[in-house]
């Protein structure tokens, strides 16, 4: 049965020609497509590698990337990235869907025994691209706009100072002229990254004139006891704040 809506085909239990005929078309005119059905799957590259028969779900998208899904994980269980040439055809009554690329020379192969699904997505040219929010730069954004989110009196100096450690995300000094150092993180952290920012304030302490004080600032919206505790063994603070 076929039934197409706003763009979008939709086949369930199409014979290996009817899927062939529109996995074709689609490939053509640069439209996103899904199957799922049973299949087997081999992979001829930098290796060689083959899948048994088995229910699962193919994405071929206008990009020329393939993804072979089962129903476990997120991640593909093969796969062949942007730029390769998608050819769909019928060998010995199966629908097979090819994959090649030239550089390196490389070929994944799709053959289905059965198809159960076939869906057929016209994304367009003018699909809207991926608006990413929550970043560690939108934190750098808010403190550099509002400087007393960290604390009163906070001045910022510069951002990705450079330290023989790794660059330093904001570099300041707090109402008394103590140089203040900010390591900013979007998610819940743990010691890694209060030893990340130990490591910034001990190279900068070697960097600057002797017997400088320098604060260290950890900047997440929040933190596990271990990093808590290991904050306060090595004279470290913490602000909570999120992206």
């Given at each position: 049965?076929?039934?197409?809506?706003?763009?979008?085909?939709?086949?369930?239990?199409?014979?290996?020609?009817?899927?062939?005929?529109?996995?074709?078309?689609?490939?053509?005119?640069?439209?996103?497509?899904?199957?799922?059905?049973?299949?087997?799957?081999?992979?001829?590259?930098?290796?060689?590698?083959?899948?048994g028969?088995?229910?699962?779900?193919?994405?071929?998208?206008?990009?020329?990337?393939?993804?072979?899904?089962?129903?476990?994980?997120?991640?593909?269980?093969?796969?062949?990235?942007?730029?390769?040439?998608?050819?769909?055809?019928?060998?010995?009554g199966?629908?097979e869907?090819?994959?090649?690329?030239?550089?390196?020379?490389?070929?994944?192969?799709?053959?289905?025994?059965?198809?159960?699904?076939?869906?057929?997505?016209?994304?367009?040219?003018?699909?809207?691209?991926?608006?990413?929010?929550?970043?560690?730069?939108?934190?750098?954004?808010?403190?550099?706009?509002?400087?007393?989110?960290?604390?009163?009196?906070f001045?910022?100096?510069?951002?990705?100072?450079?330290?023989?450690?790794?660059?330093?995300?904001?570099?300041?000094?707090?109402?008394?002229?103590?140089?203040?150092?900010?390591?900013l993180?979007?998610?819940?952290?743990?010691?890694?990254?209060?030893?990340?920012?130990?490591?910034?304030?001990?190279?900068?302490?070697?960097?600057?004139?002797?017997?400088?004080?320098?604060?260290?600032?950890?900047?997440?919206?929040?933190?596990?006891?271990?990093?808590?505790?290991?904050?306060?063994?090595?004279?470290?603070?913490?602000?909570?704040?999120?992206?």
């Amino acid at each position: 049965m076929t039934a197409t809506e706003g763009g979008t085909i939709t086949l369930s239990e199409p014979s290996a020609e009817e899927a062939r005929d529109h996995l074709a078309r689609a490939i053509d005119r640069g439209a996103l497509v899904t199957l799922f059905g049973r299949c087997t799957v081999e992979y001829d590259g930098r290796a060689a590698s083959q899948l048994g028969l088995g229910e699962r779900h193919v994405m071929a998208k206008p990009d020329g990337t393939v993804l072979v899904h089962t129903d476990e994980g997120q991640k593909p269980v093969n796969w062949q990235p942007p730029g390769c040439t998608q050819e769909a055809r019928i060998e010995e009554g199966s629908l097979e869907l090819h994959s090649r690329r030239s550089t390196p020379e490389e070929e994944l192969i799709v053959r289905f025994e059965c198809i159960s699904h076939v869906a057929v997505f016209e994304t367009g040219e003018g699909s809207a691209t991926l608006s990413v929010s929550g970043t560690e730069a939108d934190m750098k954004g808010r403190i550099l706009e509002n400087p007393e989110l960290i604390e009163p009196g906070f001045h910022p100096l510069a951002t990705e100072r450079d330290t023989p450690a790794g660059a330093v995300d904001i570099y300041g000094e707090d109402s008394d002229g103590t140089v203040v150092i900010l390591e900013l993180k979007r998610r819940r952290v743990g010691p890694d990254a209060v030893g990340q920012l130990n490591r910034y304030v001990e190279a900068l302490e070697r960097d600057l004139h002797a017997g400088v004080e320098i604060r260290g600032i950890l900047v997440a919206p929040s933190v596990t006891d271990r990093a808590r505790r290991l904050l306060a063994t090595r004279g470290l603070e913490y602000v909570s704040l999120t992206p």
